[in-house]
């Protein structure tokens, strides 16, 4: 856990960077930092690493105050990744991932098995990349790298400094739902700043936004900071299309979902022409798996469903939202997009029903954090 008690800088000419900002990280959360430029993300990530000393107020790591404690042995707690990576040139990966085992001594089997095993963890097969020098890297595999260093001793605190921001987007997004899937494993404590309102809502238990000054406006869920801005300057930092980005932290309600029209691959096909009203019907079997779809266009003539079926062009899972939902209902022609577990039909998303869910959704003030639904 991190907790911030009125922590303040005020730079020597006399300029607030951070104004007695209070926070609490709860242990395994992700906390997102941010706002404009100059608003005192960064800052306050050195802070609490003591990089920078705070002008006033107090620093707390599962519940130790280590405002006045010792900042080398403090850092040895805590992981940092930074844009930059500012991996060791001269050093290969292996090297750079076990600098901070080393300095604890760590002796060389110990040290070994360590890297290869955070290696292992975001995603570089070690037997590949552990004598690799950091040139020999993309800017991903550099990015990964980084992370794992960070992680060398198991510290139960990150902070992360936009570590994504200067990558391309597809290796972005890669990048981000890597990190959804090593937080599942290994539930460090996270402050996360970041520029990007698309990022802070997918990666985000909560999300602190801050303006000029370092004055905190507010720190939410980012279901709450979309649906329900404190302030004008929350409304507009997040955007106009807030109520897009709100989608993405809204689940697929399994409670609510359509019943379509089904049809068996045996049903003949005059059958089928008399049931179906302008959408496609979902093809199931006796057991209720999903095994296609049948258009009113592929309906006409002799013979059977099942000799007319294609397969289900837009499909999600349970555990979808909403914008995965509207994503692939756009894509598709047949009106309604699939909800299945596994195989078997739960039942099916219009887009009446996507509007229905995300106003109940607004109107019950709920949501969940991405990645932890």
């Not at 706002?35 to 609490?48: A, D, F, I, R, Y």
């Not at 920078?52 to 404690?69: H, K, M, Q, W, Y």
């Not at 698309?198 to 004055?215: C, H, S, Y």
């Not at 079926?309 to 995965?324: N, T």
Request: with cysteine; glycine share 12%.
């Amino acid at each position: 856990m991190i907790r911030l008690e009125s922590l303040t800088k005020r730079w020597d000419n006399g300029q607030v960077a951070v104004d007695a900002l209070d926070l609490e990280v709860g242990e395994g959360e992700i906390t997102m930092l941010v706002g404009p430029s100059g608003c005192g993300k960064t800052t306050t990530l050195k802070m609490v690493n003591r990089l920078i000393e705070p002008t006033s107020g107090r620093i707390f790591l599962n519940g130790d105050d280590v405002t006045t404690a010792d900042p080398v042995e403090l850092r040895r707690r805590i992981g940092y990744v930074i844009q930059q990576v500012g991996l060791f040139p001269h050093l290969d990966v292996a090297d750079n991932v076990a600098t901070v085992p080393r300095l604890l001594k760590w002796d060389k089997e110990r040290t070994r098995r360590r890297v290869d095993e955070l290696l292992e963890l975001v995603g570089l097969d070690p037997a590949r990349y552990r004598r690799r020098y950091p040139h020999q890297l993309s800017g991903g595999q550099r990015q990964r790298v980084g992370v794992a260093r960070a992680l060398g001793v198991d510290p139960p605190v990150l902070l992360m400094d936009e570590p994504f921001g200067a990558i391309d987007p597809i290796t972005r997004d890669r990048l981000q739902g890597e990190f959804l899937r090593l937080q599942g494993e290994v539930g460090k404590t996270v402050l996360f700043v970041t520029h990007d309102v698309d990022e802070a809502v997918r990666l985000g238990d909560r999300i602190a936004v801050l303006r000029e000054g370092g004055v905190l406006e507010q720190y939410a869920p980012p279901a709450d900071v979309l649906g329900r801005p404190a302030s004008p300057f929350v409304a507009d930092f997040v955007g106009a299309d807030r109520g897009l980005k709100r989608l993405s932290v809204i689940p697929v309600d399994v409670g609510h979902l359509e019943t379509p029209v089904t049809l068996s691959p045996g049903t003949s096909l005059a059958e089928a022409r008399a049931v179906l009203n302008g959408a496609a019907a979902a093809v199931v079997d006796g057991d209720g798996r999903l095994l296609g779809e049948l258009r009113p266009g592929d309906a006409a003539g002799d013979g059977t469903v099942g000799d007319r079926s294609r397969p289900v062009s837009a499909r999600v899972g349970p555990g979808a939202s909403l914008k995965d939902a509207s994503s692939a209902l756009l894509l598709s022609d047949a009106g309604w997009v699939a909800v299945t577990d596994g195989d078997r039909l739960l039942g099916v998303m219009t887009p009446e029903s996507v509007h229905a869910v995300a106003r109940r959704a607004a109107d019950n003030h709920r949501g969940y954090p991405p990645g932890h639904g």
